[in-house]
């Protein structure tokens, strides 16, 4: 199980799967404004070190950063634990809250149903394989 990132850790992160790698100054680059300090991003940056989201090889006098953790993987239990946490594990009631809160339109639904039943139409090993 993955650890929780807080959003300044998930921001870089998201930075640092879009970059493949970099160091400090390549991520900075990649902040809107306003950006953090560099010394700030460094911090973070060697958080992620230590939780063991990303590795970093010496280049130089700088550390090249990779990430290490799947963006998909993290996105996936990240999701389901929102569900769990806040809708009591139920996606019925993430679906009604955002009709609701009218923040899903009709045709997204419609798309998000046509996605499920294409899913359920397929064979059941290719359903587990794809999950893997």
Do not use: C
């Not at 970099?22 to 700030?40: A, F, I, Q």
């Amino acid at each position: 199980m993955l650890e929780k990132l807080s959003s300044q850790e998930e921001e870089a992160m998201f930075i640092l799967w879009r970059l493949k790698k970099g160091v400090v100054r390549d991520v900075l680059e990649h902040y809107s404004e306003p950006k953090p300090p560099y010394t700030t991003l460094s911090s973070i940056i060697k958080k992620l070190e230590t939780k063991k989201f990303v590795k970093s090889l010496i280049r130089g006098m700088s550390r090249e950063y990779h990430p290490i953790v799947n963006e998909a993987e993290y996105r996936k239990q990240s999701v389901n634990s929102f569900v769990k946490n806040y809708f009591a594990d139920s996606y019925s009631d993430v679906v009604s809250f955002f009709a609701r809160e009218q923040t899903i339109s009709a045709n997204e639904l419609r798309e998000i149903i046509q996605l499920i039943e294409k899913q359920e139409s397929k064979p059941r090993t290719a359903r587990k394989n794809k999950r893997k």
